[in-house]
Each structure stands twice: as structure tokens, then as C-alpha cells.
């Protein structure tokens, strides 16, 4: 089954790559990187990302992309390990430097998220959020952290690496 998202392009990083894009997003030695890569709109309900770190947690939040949303969750993410990194050409490095992939957003009326392949085909835990407009899926607000700290210790133990945790983020 052929996806329209390039494998060569979007594989995971290793050794010496992996430090260098380390260094380029400024990501502290023992970090566990989590990434959201999306549209910066409420309806994508990055701010729930938020949620998944505070200082001194062990994990720094990427969030590539731009739109009408980015003031209000640069404002809320005030003091917190997270990187704005507005809009990226080169998406394939961020999924790339990152460990865990979060999909903050329900999906309304869209399709599958392409940003959801990248991140699998790069190696990342992806922590999505199951819930749709017709109902279906996890609602429980701490079910996303709870599934994203186990992805971290999972990750941490060396146990996982790429997989998938369905959660809300509510």
C-alpha cells in the first residue's frame, strides 16, 4: 500500500543527524521530544498540546506551523518548554528530532491527517486524539497525559519505539 508521503524523506533520525537536529531546535540533552505539526486554528485545539508539558517535565513540545491561533497559545504557553516554530518547509525535520507526535485536534469533517504518516513513517509514538463530530472515540481529558507519559517512560526504557495511543484531549 503506497502512501503519498515520501519514505526517503521521512525516516527516523539517527546518530550524528539526530544530535544535529537536536541543536537546530535547541532541544536540551535528555529531553524527550513531543511535536505537533499543524494549522494554527482553534479548531485544531493546539492548546490541549500545551497541556502535555510544564517546567521540569523531561519533554519539549515543537509546534510547527502558523496561523490566526498562534498569538492567543504563544501568550498561554508563556514559561512553558515549548517552541513556536511558525511555518516550516522542511516538516520532515521536526517529526524527525521528535520522539512522540501528538494530533491535539478532533477531526471534523476533515480525512486522515497526512502529518500522521510523516510522523509514523519518521518513528515516532503518535498520541492522537480518537474523538470525531459523530461521537466516537475516548473522553476522558486525562487520558491524553496519561497515554503520553506512558509513551514517555515507554520510550525512556527503550520499550517503544513508534506506535499509537488514541485519547482526547479535552
Avoid at 519514505?7 to 535547541?26: H, I, K, M, S, Y
Avoid at 523531561?58 to 516554530?85: I, K, S
Wanted: charged letters at 25%; hydrophobic letters at 40%.
Amino acid at each position: 500500500l503506497q502512501t503519498a508521503v515520501d519514505e526517503t524523506v521521512f525516516r527516523p533520525a539517527q546518530g550524528d543527524d539526530r544530535r544535529r537536529l537536536r541543536e537546530r531546535f535547541g532541544i536540551p540533552d535528555g529531553d524527550v521530544v513531543v511535536s505537533a505539526v499543524v494549522r494554527l486554528h482553534p479548531d485544531k485545539r493546539v492548546d490541549r498540546a500545551l497541556r502535555l508539558v510544564e517546567p521540569g517535565c523531561g519533554r519539549t513540545l515543537l509546534v510547527a506551523g502558523d496561523g490566526p491561533d498562534a498569538d492567543r497559545l504563544g501568550r498561554l504557553a508563556h514559561g512553558l518548554p515549548v517552541t513556536f516554530l511558525g511555518w516550516i518547509d522542511d516538516v520532515s525535520s521536526v517529526h524527525r528530532v521528535s520522539d512522540i507526535s501528538v494530533q491535539p485536534f478532533s477531526i471534523r469533517g476533515e480525512g486522515s491527517p497526512t502529518s500522521v504518516v510523516e510522523a509514523a513513517l519518521s518513528g515516532c509514538v503518535l498520541v492522537a486524539n480518537s474523538a470525531s463530530e459523530r461521537g466516537g472515540g475516548i473522553y476522558a481529558g486525562d487520558r491524553a497525559a496519561l497515554a503520553l507519559t506512558r509513551c514517555t517512560l515507554a520510550y525512556n526504557e527503550g520499550l517503544a519505539v513508534g506506535g499509537i495511543a488514541l485519547a482526547t484531549m479535552s
